[in-house]
C-alpha cells in the first residue's frame, strides 16, 4: 500500500505498511482541505501507471489522492480506514481482484455513496456487464480511455459527487 | 467343462461282441432250423415206407421182400441223416471255432490297442460301477485293477480329488443317448492332471444302454500351456494399461505445464507488455498537444494512434488466447460467457448459454478443462458443422460437470462417428478418459450434432506423473 501526501507528491515516503493512513498531525489544515477536495483512492499494481496516474491527477485541482494500494486486500484495509468519494480501481491484481472488491464494497453501507470507477485493460462486455452488476458507476479502457476519466474528475471535482 | 458329441456313441461294438460271448450265444443254429431239419427227415422216413408198402400192395415184389427192403431203405436213409447231422455239427464246430480264433484275435488285438495306449479308457454299467479299464485308467486312478474293478466311479474319482465326476453326466448320456466331453482334473502323486474325457453310451445289440464308455485324453500340457498363455495375456493387458495410464498421466502433466507456462506468459504480457503500452499511451496523449498543428504532424499522430491501437489489440488477444484471465477471477460460468459472446461476434452463429443458477466451484484444473474442451468444441462446430445456431449447456451436481455443445449443422455420418480422431474429438476423448469422464457424439433429434462431455468431480485416481 502506498500513502500519499495530501496533494500529489512522488511515492518517496508513501511504502510505510504499518501506517494506515498519513497521520492527521502532519498537516493541521488537512481536514478543512478534505472538506471541499475530492477525495479519490486508487487500486493499481503497476508503478509505472499508478505513477502515471497521480502525476496526472495532480493536475486536477481540488482533488486529493488519498492513497495508492497495490492488491486486494491492501485497498480493503485502506477503506477500512478511511472511506473515500471515488475509488478507481483495475481488475486484474497482484493479489485478489477488483471485483472482488467490489463484491465486498456492494454488500457494505458505507461505501454505497462511493463512485467507483474501473480503469482496466480488460474491456470485453462480460466485463462491463459484472461491473456494472456490483454498482460501478464507470469503466474506461486503460489504454485509450485516460484522457475521459481525467475529464470526468475535473468534473466531478468541480461539482462535487452530487453535483 | 462338458462338451456334446453330436454322433452318439457307437464305439461299443467290440463289447457287444463280448457280450455275446458272455450269453453263449456265438456260433449256434437257430432253433426253427433244427425242427425243420427234424421234420424233414421224419417226412423222408414216411414217404419211403409208404412206397414201399405201395409197392408190395401193387405186387411188384413178393412181400417177404417187404421186410429186409423196408430195413435196407430206413437203415440207408437214417445213415443218410447221420451223415447229414454230422456234415452239419462238423461245420458248426468248424465255424465256433472260427469264431473263437476270430474273437480271440480281435480281443487280443483290442487288449493291446487299450493296454499300451497312453489315454485313459474305461466302462462304467448302468450303477456307476467300474467294469472296465484300460492300464492309463487305472494309473489315472491310482488304483491296482482288483481294488478299482466294480467299485464306484464317483467314488474312485474322489479318491484322487476329483468330485466333478458325480454321475450328472453319465445320467445324462444314458438318458439322452448322446456323447459328452467333460474337463476335469484329478490330483496324483506326479502332481495335478487335467484330463478331457468323452463320455459315450454303451448299447447293447437290441439298443438297450448298458452304460458308459469313457476315453480320456491327458491335456495337462495343453493346459498348462493354456494357462500360461493366459497369464502372458494378462500381463500384457497390466502392462498396456499401466502405460496407457502413465502417457496420460504423462499427457495431462504436459497440459498442465503447457496451462502454467501459457498463463506466466499471459501474466508477463499483461504486467509488462501491457503495463508499458498503457503507459505508452498515456504519455502520448500528454504529448499530443505538444505536436505541430499542420497537416503532417495532425497525419502522424494519428497513424501513432492507430499503431499504437492495434498494437494494444493484439497484446490483449494473445493474452486472452494464452490464458483466460476471466476464468482465473471470476471462474467457468463468466469465462464461458466471455467465449461464446467472442464466439458470436467473431462466427455470426447464434449461441444460447445455459448455465447454473449457482455459483460452480469445480477446482481450477476442472474449470480450465472445461473451458479448453468448449473452445474445442465450438472450434469443430466452426470448421465442421455448417451451423447457424449452437446451444451450451453446463451441468454441475455433486459427482459430475456435464458440457454439451449441441449445434444444427450437418451432423456426422454413423459410420465417422466412431472413428478416432473424427470431428476433432480425439483430444477431447483422451483428456476427459484420463480425467475418468467420457465424451458422447450423437446426432441431435432435430438435425445436427449433440457433443456431451462428462467428468466426474472426484478424480482420486489421478496421480502425479512419475518420470
Known amino acids: ?163 | 467343462m462338458v462338451t456334446d458329441n453330436s454322433a452318439p456313441g457307437r464305439s461299443g461294438s467290440w463289447l457287444e461282441g463280448l457280450s455275446r460271448v458272455r450269453d453263449g450265444r456265438l456260433g449256434t443254429f437257430p432253433r426253427h432250423y433244427r425242427l425243420g431239419a427234424l421234420a424233414g427227415a421224419l417226412s423222408a422216413l414216411l414217404l419211403v415206407n409208404w412206397l414201399l408198402y405201395a409197392g408190395a400192395s401193387r405186387g411188384l415184389y413178393p412181400d417177404a421182400a417187404l421186410v429186409p427192403l423196408l430195413t435196407l431203405a430206413n437203415c440207408a436213409l437214417v445213415l443218410l441223416f447221420i451223415l447229414g447231422a454230422t456234415r452239419l455239427i462238423d461245420r458248426e464246430y468248424k465255424g465256433r471255432l472260427q469264431n473263437a480264433t476270430d474273437l480271440s484275435e480281435a480281443m487280443s488285438l483290442l487288449s493291446a490297442v487299450s493296454d499300451n495306449t497312453a489315454d485313459p479308457i474305461f466302462v462304467s454299467s448302468r450303477e456307476g460301477l467300474l467294469v472296465f479299464a484300460n492300464p492309463a485308467a487305472l494309473e489315472m486312478l491310482g488304483k491296482p485293477r482288483e481294488e478299482a474293478m466294480h467299485r464306484p466311479l464317483r467314488e474312485l474319482f474322489s479318491a484322487v480329488g476329483d468330485v466333478s465326476q458325480s454321475g450328472a453326466e453319465d445320467s445324462r448320456v444314458m438318458q439322452e443317448n448322446i456323447s459328452v466331453t467333460v474337463e476335469h482334473s484329478v490330483e496324483l502323486p506326479q502332481g495335478v492332471r487335467t484330463y478331457a474325457t468323452t463320455k459315450s453310451p454303451w448299447l447293447g445289440p437290441n439298443g438297450k444302454v448298458l452304460g458308459v464308455i469313457n476315453i480320456s485324453t491327458d491335456i495337462s500340457r495343453r493346459k498348462e500351456a493354456e494357462d500360461t498363455l493366459r497369464a502372458r495375456e494378462s500381463r500384457l493387458e497390466e502392462t498396456i494399461s499401466r502405460r496407457t495410464a502413465t502417457l496420460r498421466r504423462l499427457a495431462d502433466h504436459l497440459e498442465t505445464v503447457r496451462e502454467e507456462e501459457k498463463r506466466a506468459i499471459a501474466r508477463e504480457l499483461h504486467d509488462d507488455m501491457g503495463a508499458s503500452l498503457t503507459s505508452l499511451s498515456m504519455h502520448m496523449e500528454g504529448a499530443y498537444p505538444l505536436l505541430p498543428s499542420d497537416a503532417q504532424w495532425t497525419e502522424r499522430k494519428a497513424k501513432i494512434q492507430n499503431l499504437l491501437r492495434s498494437l494494444v489489440m493484439t497484446t490483449r488477444r494473445i493474452q486472452t488466447e494464452l490464458r483466460p484471465t476471466m476464468l482465473d477471477l471470476f471462474g467457468i460460468k463468466a469465462a464461458i460467457h466471455e467465449l461464446t459472446d467472442d464466439f458470436k461476434q467473431s462466427t455470426n452463429i447464434a449461441c444460447e448459454v445455459n448455465l447454473p443458477d449457482e455459483d460452480v466451484a469445480i477446482g481450477h484444473k476442472l474449470e480450465i478443462t472445461v473451458y479448453r474442451m468448449l473452445q474445442e468444441m465450438l472450434n469443430n462446430v466452426v470448421k465442421h458443422a455448417q451451423a447457424t445456431q449452437v446451444d451450451v449447456i453446463l451441468d454441475v451436481d455433486e459427482d459430475q460437470v456435464a458440457l454439451t455443445v449441441r449445434d444444427n449443422g450437418v451432423g456426422i455420418p454413423p459410420e465417422r462417428r466412431d472413428v478416432p480422431g473424427t470431428y476433432g474429438l480425439r483430444g477431447l476423448q483422451e483428456r476427459a478418459a484420463f480425467l475418468g469422464g467420457t465424451v458422447s457424439i450423437t446426432p441431435g433429434r432435430s438435425g445436427g450434432t449433440v457433443v456431451s462431455v462428462r467428468l466426474p468431480l472426484t478424480n482420486d485416481h489421478v496421480n502425479p506423473v512419475s518420470l
Open chain 1, 1 to 163: 500500500m502506498r500513502l500519499l501526501d495530501h496533494e500529489h507528491t512522488g511515492r518517496a515516503h508513501q511504502l510505510d505498511a504499518g501506517l494506515r493512513m498519513r497521520p492527521e498531525s502532519v498537516d493541521a489544515s488537512l481536514p478543512a482541505r478534505r472538506q471541499l477536495a475530492l477525495q479519490v483512492m486508487l487500486v493499481e499494481d503497476s508503478h509505472i501507471i499508478s505513477d502515471l496516474i497521480s502525476e496526472n491527477l495532480a493536475r486536477i485541482p481540488k482533488l486529493t489522492l488519498l492513497g495508492i494500494a497495490e492488491t486486494e486486500s491492501e485497498a480493503l484495509t485502506m477503506l477500512h480506514a478511511q472511506p473515500c468519494d471515488v475509488l478507481i480501481l483495475d481488475i486484474q491484481l497482484r493479489q485478489g481482484n477488483g471485483i472482488n472488491l467490489l463484491r465486498v464494497l456492494s454488500g457494505d453501507a458505507t461505501y454505497a455513496n462511493t463512485i467507483k470507477i474501473v480503469l482496466s485493460n480488460h474491456v470485453s462486455g462480460t466485463y462491463r456487464r459484472i461491473c456494472e452488476q456490483y454498482g460501478v458507476q464507470f469503466f474506461f479502457d486503460k489504454t485509450s480511455e485516460f484522457p475521459q476519466l481525467q475529464l470526468l474528475l475535473s468534473r466531478l471535482s468541480e461539482s462535487g459527487i452530487d453535483g
